[in-house]
């Protein structure tokens, strides 16, 4: 008996990746660390799967259609152009949209979900009426693609839920460094960036040459940029690879995510919006920043009064490493060998991104290298310990 639960648990755990090993552990660690430091835990798992969906939703028309096309002959390169067209004009409306003073405001998110909840119903109808059509013409032919289809699905779905899993693990535990943690590293970080611009402060540097009165709407774009190569990243894993494809991307993204939580910890910094010491330098600022108050009274409600603080999900202030960097660079190495041309049309946004990040004042400059270092470990350890779990 012992050994059968014990071969039952051996076939369980050898289909487990080392992302999701590691979630599912720092999930209980991380509810328990946040209610010792005495606030009220408060389960985000509809935050997270909310969060999921609208990524999934953005490119929830996309993925149909690459199923869809799967009971037609239309041959793979041309399945590549209609890809290719649909983020390359998706791309466009991220670039040029602050010039038109966009910005993914609630009621602007809101009324763009149900555009592409539209569409995906029209697309799921069209794939409902080319796999009838299919399923005359061959049956057998279409009953394997219909198996294929449903084990695709399954694995997106477990791919979703690791990153909801994840996304509760990081909230947690990024909020609760205030907790248990002083923010002593910030000192560190602006004299390294001081002596990176032979001591110039960067931040000066990069307002004077783009005045924060006519700009800082601008980079907040591209600041929010971040949740495009999110789905960008994950739906051209699929579209462009596969299901497993994407699963291996997304074990790549957790556990960046989970390494970045250790340096946080290790090295817990404000970044230079908060330090005491550069604050009044991103004073400047218009009012139209809309994350930063959001951010900082969030922050001050969990350490004046634990007890009485709503989690919620990606709370807390943490610098070092820009896990924004991490996770596009990321999505970029993942889908250059699968289409080179939509990568480097996104390379000069990540670009932009990065400097976003130290023109609004959520990192330091050394916070974008480190990111990136992040990003290579995680995809070097994937690339050393993953296994396709199909493939045992």
Not at 85 to 107: D, E, H, I, M, Q
Not at 192 to 218: C, E, I, K, N, W
Not at 245 to 253: G, P, Q, R
């Amino acid at each position: 008996m012992a050994s059968s639960v014990k071969d039952l648990i051996g076939r369980i755990t050898s289909k487990v990746t080392l992302a999701e090993n590691l979630t599912l552990l720092l999930f209980p660690a991380s509810v328990i660390l946040f209610m010792a430091g005495g606030v009220p835990y408060g389960y985000l798992f509809a935050e997270a799967a909310n969060g999921v969906a609208r990524l999934a939703f953005l490119f929830l028309p996309l993925i149909i259609i690459k199923l869809t096309l799967d009971f037609t002959g239309i041959r793979t390169k041309k399945r590549r152009t209609v890809f290719s067209v649909y983020f390359a004009g998706l791309l466009s409306l991220f670039l040029f949209s602050p010039l038109f003073g966009y910005l993914p405001r609630t009621s602007e998110v809101k009324r763009l979900s149900t555009f592409f909840i539209y569409a995906s119903f029209a697309a799921l109808a069209v794939y409902g009426i080319v796999s009838a059509r299919a399923l005359v013409q061959d049956r057998e032919g279409h009953r394997a693609i219909t198996r294929k289809h449903l084990s695709d699905l399954g694995i997106a779905m477990r791919a979703a839920a690791l990153l909801i899993l994840c996304y509760v693990v990081h909230s947690n535990l990024k909020a609760a460094i205030p907790l248990f943690r002083i923010y002593n590293w910030d000192h560190t970080a602006l004299r390294l960036d001081t002596l990176m611009f032979f001591g110039q402060s960067p931040y000066l540097l990069l307002h004077s040459l783009f005045p924060p009165a006519r700009y800082t709407l601008v980079f907040e774009q591209f600041y929010f940029f971040f949740f495009y190569f999110n789905a960008f990243g994950l739906c051209g894993a699929f579209v462009f690879g596969s299901a497993r494809y994407l699963l291996k991307v997304t074990n790549t993204v957790v556990l960046a995510y989970h390494i970045g939580l250790v340096t946080y910890w290790i090295f817990p910094t404000l970044g230079p919006s908060f330090f005491s010491e550069t604050a009044y330098l991103f004073n400047r600022l218009p009012e139209n920043m809309v994350l930063k108050p959001m951010l900082y009274n969030q922050f001050m409600s969990l350490v004046t009064s634990p007890a009485s603080f709503k989690a919620g999900l990606f709370n807390g202030l943490a610098a070092f490493p820009s896990l924004h960097v991490t996770h596009s660079l990321i999505y970029l190495f993942y889908l250059w060998p699968r289409q080179r041309f939509l990568t480097i049309l996104n390379i000069p946004p990540f670009i932009l991104l990065c400097v976003s990040t130290v023109y609004l004042g959520w990192h330091y400059v050394i916070d974008i290298p480190a990111g990136a270092l992040v990003g290579a470990a995680a995809i070097i350890l994937v690339h050393r310990t993953y296994e396709d779990p199909g493939t045992r």
